[in-house]
């Protein structure tokens, strides 16, 4: 059995999307997933599956969140050590970032094309920085995320890849629930 951490973007913002994590854990279960735990009304789930295969694991989580409740919500699934290997090379983890609500992943679906990383530039907003690294963009918002321009769709628009955010404490107490 390999642990797994979905993300699922977009649920539980505002009006829209609305899906109950106790639902979402017999949602999980109903497909065969096992030790499932959500973490705050974000989407993050974390389950253990004999399944290998993280894509097959996305679309089947996907098309049955379609199927019960007729939203198309982008889900990425992270193996736990992939998890812990993106959270121990947060590039910002220094004395100068040593404010974690300053900082923040955003999960990408996959490396995005070389082609489209040199092309890529963004709108700089104030003192904000980001650093790609593989399948992960570092944030560091001194001002907060509310106020970047660094955001989830400039990314996906500018990259062509689905993208989901998470602040830097989700993504430890997803690494403590992993652990």
Request: glycine share 6%; charged share 20%.
């Amino acid at each position: 059995m390999t642990t797994y951490i979905s993300l699922l973007r977009g649920i539980n913002l505002g009006a829209h999307y609305k899906i109950k994590m106790p639902d979402l854990t017999v949602l999980y279960e109903s497909l065969g997933l096992t030790n499932v735990q959500t973490y705050v009304q974000s989407g993050n789930v974390v389950f253990t599956s004999e399944e290998t295969d993280r894509a097959r694991l996305e679309e089947t989580i996907k098309a049955k969140i379609e199927e019960v409740y007729g939203y198309n919500v982008p889900v990425l699934v992270l193996a736990a050590d992939e998890l812990r290997r993106i959270a121990q090379a947060n590039p910002f983890l220094t004395e100068r970032n040593a404010d974690p609500a300053h900082l923040h992943v955003t999960f990408l679906a996959h490396p995005p094309d070389d082609e489209r990383v040199r092309g890529f530039v963004p709108p700089m907003s104030g003192e904000d920085e980001f650093i790609l690294v593989g399948s992960a963009i570092y944030l560091f918002c001194p001002n907060g995320y509310g106020r970047t321009k660094l955001t989830n769709n400039l990314f996906e628009n500018k990259l062509k890849v689905a993208a989901t955010t998470r602040n830097w404490r989700t993504v430890g107490t997803l690494v403590e629930m992993v652990a």
